[in-house]
């Protein structure tokens, strides 16, 4: 079934442990065309006021009800490493994420697959090498690239 980002921007994200948000945003993978994260804006219970989400932790989504289950706590997102949804994201950035929710990472072959409990309160470094193929689906004028800084 085909969704329209733009209908399901606002979306409710909801965690284990109760609402998490409302998604802001989608990024995407211009060479593949799929969606990879969900930016989602954390409200008030959390300083930094947008998260980034893989795609892969939603368990459940109910397009009716516009609502997206994720299988991750609210703390979990809380200690996990921060991400300027605003900026272009960096390769270094993904594997941050990566690590720390133990994610597969879809750039390499996942054929083993990923599974690890990171620490939290871990340091990681950011650096400015960007995923040049990591889009936004919002912007102005329409699509925006992410990876270009634009």
């Known amino acids: ?36 994260y969900l930016v989602v804006d954390v409200g008030s219970w959390l300083v930094r006021r947008a998260v980034v989400l893989a795609i892969t932790a939603v368990e459940q989504a109910d397009w ?3 609502t997206f289950h994720v299988h991750l706590t609210k703390e ?18 993904e594997i ?14 996942s054929a083993f697959g990923v599974s690890s409990s ?10 400015n090498a960007e995923d040049p193929h990591l889009r936004s689906v919002l912007g102005r004028g329409g699509l ?7």
């Open 64 to 66: 009716a009800k516009k």
């Open 76 to 93: 979990q997102v809380r200690n996990s490493p921060d991400v300027d949804s605003e900026k272009p994201v960096s390769r270094q950035q």
């Open 118 to 127: 990171a620490p939290t309160g871990r340091e990681y470094s950011v650096h």
């Open 144 to 150: 925006r690239s992410v990876g270009h800084g634009r």
């Open 96 to 109: 941050a994420l990566r690590e720390y929710f133990g994610w597969t990472a879809y750039w390499e072959d």
């Open 1 to 36: 079934m085909i969704h329209d980002l733009d209908t399901l921007t606002g979306s409710s994200v909801i965690a284990t442990d109760g609402e998490m948000g409302s998604i802001r945003n989608f990024l995407f993978d211009d060479q593949s065309w799929t969606i990879r």
